[in-house]
């Protein structure tokens, strides 16, 4: 509670200050924005071709980039800027000035920044949800919301994961970032299309290795009452917030193991 406080207190002191940088501040919004735009095209003009993708419509591919997007933005949120500044600063060995202080280093992290630039997203996010709710006709009685609300959460805890994992990476490699962009920017990208599309294999590694297929695909299948195209068992989607739970616990003892050596190393 006490961290919850003090985060409270520093966002709207994070926002005056980016504020006062006026046009830059919101040209990072709008370049976000203009990504989405043309990614929305794309999908439109290879539906608009092709009808269907694995007996996916439009709306249904638009839903799985929708949720790969919102459940990302949101993670990214508290992570994504948090880790980079945390990289940047064990190259420059300043990093140090965060183990200093009295409070666990990974709360410190995370508190002390906050990703302005993926709001946009959320926000655009969610109004295509709305779009795609309403084009596929989509009704949740309050049990599948439910369900779905615990699925998005494991999602963004999936999605948070691998930024903290690839992050951490920087406690052993020098080039951390070119891993955190295979896997954010490269791998985390398979996932926009429904995984069924893909090989065995691919599916496999998407669903139990480095599983993105939760951030989307498995619950999409819950609230569309899909049934074709789901792969392994039918329970699957409904662990999706177990999956979250799981690897973010994995990824939070990857940072530990790189804090420790660090420490060790007294690098």
């Not at 060995?93 to 410190?108: A, T």
Request: hydrophobic share 55%.
């Amino acid at each position: 509670m006490r961290y919850l406080k003090l985060y409270a207190r520093f966002i709207p002191i994070y926002f005056k200050s980016k504020a006062e940088h006026g046009f830059g501040f919101y040209m990072d919004f709008l370049g976000f924005v203009i990504t989405h735009i043309v990614s929305y095209t794309v999908i439109w003009a290879l539906m608009s071709r092709f009808q269907t993708i694995n007996g996916w419509n439009m709306y249904e591919v638009m839903l799985l980039y929708t949720l790969n997007m919102l459940t990302y933005a949101v993670a990214a949120v508290f992570f994504f800027f948090q880790m980079n500044d945390v990289e940047e600063e064990v190259h420059k060995g300043s990093f140090d000035s965060l183990l200093v202080k009295p409070i666990n280093p990974f709360i410190h992290m995370i508190i002390r920044s906050f990703g302005h630039f993926f709001l946009g997203d959320i926000v655009i996010a969610v109004a295509v949800l709305g779009v795609c709710f309403n084009r596929l006709n989509i009704h949740l009685d309050w049990g599948t919301s439910v369900s779905f609300v615990l699925m998005l959460l494991g999602a963004v805890l999936v999605q948070a994961a691998f930024i903290v994992i690839t992050g951490s990476m920087c406690f052993w490699i020098v080039r951390a970032r070119a891993v955190k962009n295979i896997v954010i920017f490269g791998i985390r990208g398979f996932a926009d299309y429904p995984i069924s599309i893909y090989s065995k294999l691919l599916r496999v590694v998407l669903t139990f290795v480095i599983p993105y297929g939760f951030v989307n695909f498995y619950p999409a299948h819950v609230i569309l009452d899909k049934e074709e195209g789901l792969l392994f068992a039918s329970w699957l989607p409904y662990a999706t917030p177990i999956i979250g739970l799981l690897l973010f616990f994995i990824a939070y003892r990857v940072w530990n193991a790189g804090l420790n050596r660090y420490q060790g190393t007294g690098s």
